[in-house]
């Protein structure tokens, strides 16, 4: 079976990650023809075999020993290789950090237009067209793409289908010889510090951004977390980088996940990285002084007021009825 | 060490952002632009390693339009040795593989041992120019930098590359390289006022673009504001009968 389109999934230590479903519901939406997913690893038996089994779709398993540790280089030699076999129209990655590091790269040497960070599709006359944010989200970009196609999917902005019972998708796998290389992985590391209430068990989160203005200001973010039983105050990228948070209470694409019961961001321009890591919040309080934040499109509730009045106006009037 | 450091010039996006006439760009004329944030951190980086690597010369380049120059002068004042302009002929949206297509063109015979750009432009968000240029160059890249050590024999630099929740990667590069930086990777210096002098005296390279290159690009763009979603209400009244509001929602859901 030869793709019109190929996603290109992620699997970590033998897991296969969710984005990677996020992507096959995406390229159901893109095109009707065949679909077939590409992971490249060292062992992807496992791996492939419950992608088969969840979507029913081919699955093109590229392993080598080399393939345990992800580089750039590697990555785009075997696509490179691997992917014109197939003739795909469209290859879909994900948006991630390792999309974002190999994609581009993969269209130039591949020929291919690039298209990254897609979180939509318009029709026009039966033909695709991508959307995606620009502007901290404050307007979308249509973009047409031109012959066959590299596309970045914004983690998040499409859901995994719930599987309906089919048979499960054939497996092929493809071993394959590889070059030395002028990238070599080192391994990885996390940061092991955490909070007492860390920020993905906290069943709210008052999150500050750059609109906070300075440093001394989180004490209000933190006065505000104080009103509730149990807060935890998290940050969008700018507000770490600044130093005045840590890199472990950022809330993003580059940081946490979250999805707390409230989730109120105060002075967050709402951009799709910070959106990607916390849209999910069951209940969404946005405040901030411009009323043209992107942020209010995801806030259930949105206020529009500078929240170095607002918060404490807010604390003073929780006080009161308190008092009653 | 010859470092090429790519700077773009965006909008302030925290400002009000109107579509222009023709749907494919914004109105640029009362904007405020500056330095995309990102690149700050790769002139940054480029200048710490001008501090500790002898005989380190630094290149800042921009493609755009004459008000670029601004931006170039900017890496200028950081501490950026030579100031690079490939001028754009118009006021429009240009794509990532003509952009890098256009620094490529200047760059592949110029010897830089290392390229730095930012991870993004926080205007249009594509983190495309970087990973496309090196591929272009055929140099290996890695993207979201956020350190970065060079070997002493100047042949390898090691990284670490910042990916979901915080972790990171480390990778060992051959040299030349071009690293895509992430925030946070340093401290952007303020310009000391002796580079500001000089800056002010220094003329740029102008490259005049002449044929655009051409690109199996994105065929046409337009832009559009997003469609107001149904999810929220925003709370009116004055500041106080907001703030009460509030309280009544967070009340009625229980969490006060």
Redesign the interface.
């Known amino acids: 079976m030869h793709g019109d389109t190929i996603i290109i999934g992620e699997v970590e230590e033998g897991k296969v990650l969710p984005v990677t479903y996020e992507l096959v519901a995406f390229a159901r939406e893109l095109s009707p023809g065949p679909i077939a997913i590409i992971i490249l690893g060292r062992d992807m038996a496992s791996a492939a075999g419950e992608i088969a089994q969840r979507t029913g779709l081919e699955v093109i398993a590229v392993e080598h020993a080399f393939l345990d540790r992800?580089?750039?280089?590697l990555w785009?030699d075997v696509l490179t290789e691997i992917l014109p076999r197939y003739y795909p129209h469209y290859i879909v990655a994900a948006h991630?950090?390792?999309g974002?590091?190999?994609?581009?790269?993969l269209?130039?040497?591949l020929?291919?237009?690039?298209?990254?960070?897609v979180q939509g599709i318009v029709w026009e006359d039966g033909a695709p067209v991508f959307s995606?944010?620009?502007?901290?989200?404050?307007?979308?970009?249509?973009?047409?793409?031109?012959?066959i196609t590299v596309l970045t999917v914004q983690p998040g902005a499409f859901r995994p289908e719930v599987s309906e019972r089919t048979a499960p998708g054939p497996v092929t796998r493809i071993s394959i010889q590889l070059a030395p290389?002028?990238?070599?992985?080192?391994?990885?590391?996390?940061?092991a510090e955490e909070d007492a209430l860390p920020l993905t068990e906290a069943p709210?989160i008052i999150s500050a951004g750059r609109g906070i203005g300075k440093q001394e200001h989180l004490d209000l973010v933190y006065q505000l977390a104080g009103?509730?039983a149990k807060a935890a105050v998290g940050g969008s990228?700018?507000v770490?980088?600044l130093g005045w948070l840590p890199?472990?209470s950022?809330v993003g694409?580059?940081?946490?996940?979250v999805t707390p019961?409230?989730y109120i961001a105060c002075g967050i321009?709402g951009?799709?990285?910070h959106v990607a890591g916390m849209k999910n919040s069951q209940?969404?309080?946005a405040i901030n002084k411009?009323?043209?934040a992107?942020i209010?499109?995801?806030?259930?509730?949105?206020?529009?007021?500078d929240l170095m009045?607002?918060i404490p106006?807010?604390l003073?009037?929780?006080e009161q009825?308190s008092l009653q | 060490m010859k470092i090429l450091v790519c700077v773009k010039q965006v909008p302030d996006t925290e400002s009000l952002i109107v579509i222009d006439q023709s749907g494919r760009w914004i109105e640029t004329a009362s904007l405020v632009f500056h330095m995309n944030r990102y690149d700050e951190y790769a002139v940054e980086e480029a200048l710490l390693i001008k501090e500790t690597v002898q005989r380190t010369v630094v290149d800042a380049l921009s493609v755009g339009p004459a008000r670029v120059r601004n931006v170039i002068k900017r890496a200028l004042e950081m501490g950026a040795d030579n100031g690079i302009h490939i001028a754009l002929p118009e006021e429009r949206y240009y794509d990532p593989l003509t952009i890098a297509s256009l620094i490529r063109r200047y760059a592949h015979d110029q010897g830089y041992d290392l390229i730095l750009c930012g991870i993004m432009a926080e205007d249009d968000l594509q983190s495309q120019v970087g990973p496309m240029l090196a591929e272009m160059l055929g140099i290996p890249c890695a993207t979201s930098v956020i350190s970065q050590r060079l070997a002493d024999d100047l042949t390898r630099i090691s990284v670490e590359r910042e990916i979901e929740g915080g972790e990171r990667e480390r990778f060992e590069l051959a040299l030349p390289a071009l690293l895509a930086v992430q925030s946070g990777m340093n401290r952007p210096r303020y310009p000391a006022l002796s580079n500001v002098l000089r800056a002010k005296r220094q003329e740029l390279i102008t490259i005049d673009v002449g044929d655009m290159p051409h690109t199996q690009g994105q065929a046409s763009i337009t832009l559009r504001y997003p469609e107001h979603s149904q999810r929220g209400v925003l709370l009116s009244g004055s500041m106080r009968e907001k703030a009460q509001a509030l309280l009544r929602i967070l009340h009625a859901h229980a969490f006060l």
């Not at chain 1, 995606?132 to 012959?147: Q, T």
């Open positions: 992800y580089s750039s280089e785009k991630t950090s390792l974002q590091d190999y994609a581009p790269g269209a130039v040497r020929a291919a237009c690039s298209i990254t960070s995606r944010a620009i502007f901290n989200g404050k307007l979308l970009m249509d973009v047409r793409p031109e012959g290389q002028a990238i070599v992985p080192q391994g990885s590391s996390s940061s709210v009103l509730f990228r700018p770490c980088d890199y472990r950022q694409m580059t940081g946490k996940t019961k409230l321009s951009t799709p990285q209940l969404i309080v411009d009323p043209h992107a209010f499109r995801i806030a259930d509730y949105g206020i529009v007021e009045v607002f106006l807010l003073e009037e929780y009825s």
